[in-house]
């Protein structure tokens, strides 16, 4: 079966240090994986995605995240965090067993970034 | 671009009315739209998956007679809460996919509809 963890429920960072969500897959063949962000009584915002080709990806709002295929893991990370960044992260596969292009989700990581 | 709007944003009705939810895709044609549902704190549960002009293909365990879907154009797609009870109260997200079904789109959230149901 197709899924995602991300293995933290939260994660405390201090303003302006590097920070890092987890996150690992379990997928049949090549993988399709994104991470998007999620803020209070809000849908989700898109962040990045990985599909193929440089294994470090860079997306919206100074993010990055880093294709593992040995370790089967798309960890998120910022060089230095923001008090804004404070949120919902969910990493996301989509669900190559299916023809309709709907992802698996992971269970979601607080993100808290302290002043 | 890839803009997907939710209407209402919050509703609250009494249990036993129904609700009808829409989402739509302001800018690009959307042939696939997902219905997510959220509790507080939890991950999106993927309840149905729909394509326009047919019926929408629902998650195992979600009642396709409670939760009424129709896509019936390329910019819009419907959710209704039909006799909604108090358990039905949730935080409920659409996503749209601007193609054919693959493993390439990419899905575009809707900013989500808080429903409580008193």
């Known amino acids: 079966a197709q899924s995602v963890a991300q293995p933290e429920d939260q994660v405390n960072v201090a303003e302006g240090n590097p920070l890092t969500v987890k996150c690992t897959y379990s997928?049949?063949?090549?993988?399709?994986l994104f991470w998007y962000v999620q803020y209070p009584n809000r849908g989700l915002q898109f962040l990045l995605k990985?599909?193929?080709?440089?294994?470090l990806v860079k997306g919206s709002y100074g993010f990055e995240a880093e294709f593992n295929k040995s370790q089967t893991s798309f960890h998120l990370k910022k060089p230095s965090a923001l008090v804004s960044d404070s949120a919902l992260y969910f990493c996301?596969?989509?669900?190559?067993?299916?023809?309709?292009?709907?992802?698996?989700f992971g269970q979601g990581t607080t993100l808290q970034v302290k002043p | 671009g890839a803009v997907v709007s939710q209407h209402p944003s919050w509703v609250i009705c009494k249990s036993g009315t129904s609700v009808k939810i829409e989402c739509r895709s302001l800018?690009?044609?959307?042939?696939?739209m997902f219905w997510y549902r959220q509790f507080p704190k939890q991950s999106l549960m993927l309840m149905a998956t729909?394509?326009?002009?047919?019926?929408?293909?629902?998650e195992q365990g979600v009642e396709k007679d409670k939760f009424l879907i129709n896509h019936a154009s390329l910019t819009l797609s419907t959710l209704t809460v039909t006799s909604a009870h108090p358990e039905d109260s949730s935080f409920y997200i659409c996503?749209?996919?601007?193609?054919?079904?693959?493993?390439?789109?990419?899905?575009?959230f809707g900013p989500g509809t808080r429903l409580t149901v008193l």
């Open positions: 729909s394509n326009e002009g047919s019926k929408a293909t629902y």
């Open positions: 990985y599909i193929t080709g440089d294994n």
């Open positions: 800018d690009f044609q959307a042939t696939t």
């Open positions: 997928v049949s063949g090549n993988p399709y």
């Open positions: 996503s749209a996919s601007d193609r054919a079904p693959g493993h390439y789109n990419e899905q575009f």
């Open positions: 996301a596969v989509r669900d190559i067993l299916s023809n309709t292009g709907k992802l698996i």
